[in-house]
């Protein structure tokens, strides 16, 4: 008898769950977003409401919005009568990524974590080996630091897959970091440039191209090169 009436229960909870009186109407954000449109929001919402309100997986309902461009995180829950409500968590972008040898450009966010999006907003460019996108977010905030006394604006971090770093700053200067070393840690070349570079800069009174940090003891620097004449550009080119 026991199992017969929760069979009973059962079969009719289903035949409930599945009458029209249930209907999936509305779907309610009740977060603010900055990046991510209605259009895709409908979308998303569109190609995963099935069922009812009792029926409706909810987990497909969150993974299609998770696949948003723009969303990091979607929680995703029944409101009753009708509805689904959908809380949306975007990210916050941080820097670009540049892959490897294709160059293709991804987004780093606030978490160091890498996603696909598209911006055209002005933010630092990492490149390195796969996984180490939040290596080089704390690094960047530590290297903007350190370089502050400069006046320089500090808009690329590279890391090589032998763990060599170079920047990138905004006029154009590369700094050749190289490795960290036990006998002359990166922290230790950094400051000492950051001492002497501006009176090395107007004794040598030159535009810099290129600060090599790789040496224990100092550093070098590397001129820009100078603009070939008008005229011998001319002649090269025919």
């Not at 309610?28 to 895709?40: C, E, K, M, S």
């Not at 009812?52 to 969303?71: M, Q, S």
């Not at 990138?168 to 070349?189: F, N, S, V, Y």
């Amino acid at each position: 008898m026991v199992v017969g009436a929760a069979g009973l229960g059962y079969a009719a909870v289903a035949s409930v769950s599945r009458l029209p009186v249930y209907p999936l109407r509305e779907v309610v954000v009740t977060t603010p977003l900055a990046q991510v449109t209605t259009a895709q929001l409908e979308y998303a919402a569109r190609s995963s409401l099935r069922g009812n309100f009792f029926t409706v997986d909810l987990d497909d309902v969150r993974g299609a919005f998770e696949k948003l461009p723009w969303v990091r995180r979607a929680d995703v829950r029944r409101r009753w009568p009708g509805g689904i409500e959908v809380r949306l968590e975007e990210h916050v972008a941080s820097a670009y990524w540049r892959v490897g040898e294709t160059g293709d450009m991804r987004l780093v966010n606030r978490y160091g974590e890498v996603f696909t999006a598209a911006s055209n907003a002005r933010m630092p460019v990492f490149s390195g080996p796969e996984g180490a996108s939040g290596i080089l977010l704390a690094k960047f905030d530590e290297f903007t630091r350190k370089l502050g006394p400069l006046g320089k604006q500090l808009v690329g971090v590279s890391l090589s897959a032998r763990e060599a770093w170079q920047l990138k700053m905004e006029d154009g200067m590369t700094i050749e970091l190289g490795h960290d070393q036990p006998k002359a840690p990166i922290d230790e070349r950094l400051a000492r440039f950051v001492n002497n570079y501006p009176k090395a800069r107007e004794q040598l009174n030159m535009n810099v191209a290129v600060v090599d940090l790789r040496y224990p003891g100092g550093f070098a620097l590397r001129p820009v090169a100078p603009a070939a004449p008008a005229g011998k550009q001319e002649r090269k080119g025919k």
